[in-house]
């Protein structure tokens, strides 16, 4: 595809769960980055890759917060024990190099 | 560490009236600094980016912004609002140690368009 593809686009789960969030960066783009955006907020750095490697993590809230990429392509973040406050949107982004970022329709996850 | 201050939370203007959103920063270096649209039910779209060379940056949909290294900041303008403007918009620095290992964000600011 042509942007950045993110799945699913809804994601409701009860407290406690997991959940896989799936993000599919621009064709070529080496580095990709997670943010999230709480309702009325601005985006807050998870993390980034660059290639497979994630030489920056500092974002991640707590241990049960996780991400990988495989390929230098796909990355997986991954939530253990979903807690309510988990509830945001979670966005994706990937970049060519030191340049601009593009973002994903991110992934709305909700916590009951 | 770097931050970024939008101090409005909400604007009205008047469709045709002319716009200008804050944005301050905070960081030791020459920054590189972005504005973001995100529309209702939209990703987030680049406005415009600030690396080096001329402080006066033009973007897309008719924005243009300024840096002024010695007030920190990255002011949005548009000559003329239109009602598909209404939107957030997100300013944004560059972060980490190349500058691009992460956006800051700052808390963003809504545009309402009134007829």
């Known amino acids: 595809g042509a942007g950045v593809s993110q799945s699913p686009s809804n994601k409701v789960t009860e407290k406690g769960k997991d959940v896989e969030l799936r993000c599919d960066p621009i064709s070529g783009h080496t580095a990709l980055y997670w943010y999230r955006q709480r309702l009325g907020q601005g985006l807050e750095f998870l993390i980034y890759?660059?290639?497979?490697?994630?030489?920056?993590k500092s974002g991640l809230p707590s241990d049960r917060f996780s991400a990988e990429r495989t390929g230098e392509s796909v990355s997986t973040l991954t939530i253990q024990r979903t807690q309510q406050e988990d509830s945001a949107v979670y966005l994706c982004?990937?970049?060519?190099?030191?340049?601009?970022?593009?973002f994903g329709p991110g992934t709305r996850l909700t916590v009951l | 560490a770097q931050s970024v201050t939008q101090p409005d939370i909400h604007i009205t203007v008047s469709e045709g009236a002319s716009l200008e959103l804050r944005c301050n920063y905070s960081?030791?270096?020459?920054?590189?600094l972005f504005w973001y649209v995100q529309s209702p039910g939209q990703g987030l779209q680049l406005l415009l980016k600030y690396f080096s060379g001329d402080t006066l940056v033009q973007g897309i949909k008719g924005f243009e912004a300024e840096f002024k290294r010695s007030q920190s900041s990255f002011n949005l303008r548009k000559p003329s609002v239109h009602w598909s403007d209404a939107a957030e918009y997100f300013c944004?620095?560059?972060?980490?140690?190349?500058?691009?290992?992460?956006?800051?964000f700052g808390t963003g600011t809504r545009l309402l368009v009134s007829p």
């Open positions: 890759f660059q290639g497979n490697s994630a030489p920056d």
């Open positions: 944004a620095v560059g972060a980490g140690r190349t500058g691009f290992q992460k956006l800051v």
């Open positions: 960081y030791g270096a020459t920054p590189y």
């Open positions: 982004a990937s970049s060519l190099g030191q340049d601009e970022q593009f």
